[in-house]
């Protein structure tokens, strides 16, 4: 049951991430071939502040909740009101503080206008991380795909239809305000199917959580702004034209990220569990997903490396993009300190050492935004690739260190083996193609087809450990959990 239930809120989660990264990417692309790339760095840049404050005023409580009830889920109803309207305060004043802080800096008017527009999005995003903490818990994140999916699919739709009026980026950030209205409302009703509310606002539940959530906070909000620094740099001694083509960069690289981050969320649960477990069991997961996510991240990176021009010009179909290749070679490289990082953050945090996480953020966010203003103000956005490899080193320097002393030394060995192999074949494959000279888009398929079966090679022969690492969890946790 528990291998079942994990393939099953892996796919969930996948199929939510995919869904939302292609529509962000096809809205990307759209708006800059459209637009231009002016618009596409207006429309990046807001959607940086965005994340900035939803991540500093909501996703701290998520990832507290999250935890909090799956080890707890008799609170689920306390959880489901009183938090959702703690985080309607925390969301309001994030909204706040977003207007001034835009109003304050010295951005053109229209550019001003679009990030206070899609700003707005604060509130029913964080009101609906709530509900999705809760179905993460429970380990049903189908609800999560099933209330977002059709929702964005529908999103993508009207932001094409109004574009093709000849409408601009207000239009486009008002229907994605107004579409993560209806995300929450669809996520509501299939929760109090399933939890009955507990209509009774706790006061000292909401001061406790927020003592509770304080380290999350902090994290998160650090997090996402150290993630963000480079565009805001770039915003203030650039332009929004380079925002535009840093930010096309970003995008290209948006489908392994969202990979990632569906694998992690569905594997947190687990992790958590296998705390009670032992160290060794915890590396054994620990390396799993490392593994697995290294067998998308190196043939993807050489994908990059050898085809980084075609695939611009496949994507915006303009010959100005062709500037962000260098940037593209450069950045592409951190995808694979990205993986290390990412999960040892969520072990930390598995573990209640989620104090590490706090020191790692703050640390490389100084060092990221100091680095950041002597490189870019000199060399541009050359100078804020090479800020992302200054972040991303001193990132995973720090979380590494943390995770070798305080639980355990991955065996990089058996980490690395079979995603060297995979990357060794795609090589050459790409090698070959990429003396062919072929339309490009056929050399997409040709190199997706051989990817798809030497991964299918090697996941047949790797599945059967995966599965009885998370089999052994399972019922070492079912064993320990009490019967009701």
């Excluded at 598995?350 to 680095?371: C, D, H, P, Q, Y």
């Amino acid at each position: 049951m528990g291998q079942k239930k994990l393939l099953k809120n892996s796919l969930s989660l996948l199929v939510n991430r995919l869904t939302q990264g292609f529509t962000t990417f096809v809205i990307s692309a759209a708006i800059a071939r459209n637009l231009g790339a002016h618009v596409l760095g207006q429309y990046l840049l807001a959607i940086s502040y965005y994340y900035i404050f939803v991540n500093l005023f909501s996703q701290g409580l998520k990832t507290l909740f999250t935890r909090e009830l799956a080890r707890n889920p008799t609170e689920t109803p306390v959880y489901l009101v009183s938090g959702s309207i703690l985080q309607l305060i925390f969301s309001i004043i994030g909204y706040v503080l977003l207007v001034i802080v835009v109003f304050l800096l010295p951005y053109a008017s229209d550019t001003s206008v679009i990030c206070y527009i899609l700003g707005l999005t604060i509130v029913p995003f964080a009101l609906s991380n709530i509900t999705e903490a809760i179905f993460q818990a429970q380990e049903r994140m189908y609800l999560i795909a099933v209330s977002t999916v059709p929702v964005y699919i529908l999103r993508l739709v009207a932001m094409l239809w109004v574009m093709q009026l000849n409408y601009g980026i207000k239009h486009i950030a008002g229907i994605l305000v107004i579409s993560e209205f209806l995300i929450l409302a669809i996520e509501w009703l299939l929760l109090i199917k399933i939890v009955k509310p507990k209509w009774q606002i706790s006061p000292n539940f909401m001061w406790n959580t927020t003592k509770n959530a304080r380290t999350f906070f902090a994290i998160e909000g650090i997090g996402i702004i150290a993630s963000k620094t480079d565009v805001l740099i770039i915003s203030l001694l650039g332009s929004e034209l380079f925002v535009g083509l840093y930010g096309a960069v970003g995008q290209l690289m948006q489908p392994f990220f969202i990979i990632a981050s569906s694998l992690m969320l569905a594997a947190f649960p687990g992790m958590s569990k296998a705390v009670d477990l032992g160290r060794e069991q915890q590396r054994q997961v620990t390396e799993n997903i490392i593994e697995m996510l290294l067998c998308m991240a190196l043939p993807f990176l050489v994908g990059l490396l050898f085809f980084g021009n075609e695939l611009l010009i496949f994507v915006y179909q303009e010959e100005n993009f062709l500037q962000a290749n260098v940037i593209l070679r450069i950045i592409s490289l951190t995808l694979i300190t990205s993986i290390f990082s990412r999960t040892f953050s969520y072990v930390l945090i598995a573990n209640g050492f989620e104090k590490f996480n706090l020191i790692e953020v703050v640390v490389t966010t100084v060092v990221g935004g100091l680095a950041g203003i002597v490189l870019v103000s000199q060399f541009k956005l050359v100078g804020a690739a090479f800020m992302s490899w200054v972040m991303a080193f001193t990132n995973l320097s720090l979380l590494m260190y943390a995770v070798y002393s305080r639980l355990f030394s991955l065996r990089l060995w058996r980490v690395f083996r079979r995603p060297l192999i995979i990357c060794g074949l795609m090589s050459i494959v790409l090698f070959v193609l990429k003396n062919l000279s072929l339309n490009f888009l056929i050399t997409l398929i040709i190199a997706t087809s051989f990817y798809l079966v030497f991964a299918s090679l090697i996941a047949i022969y790797a599945l059967g450990g995966y599965l009885s690492t998370w089999q052994k969890i399972s019922n070492a946790w079912n064993k320990t959990v009490p019967k009701r």
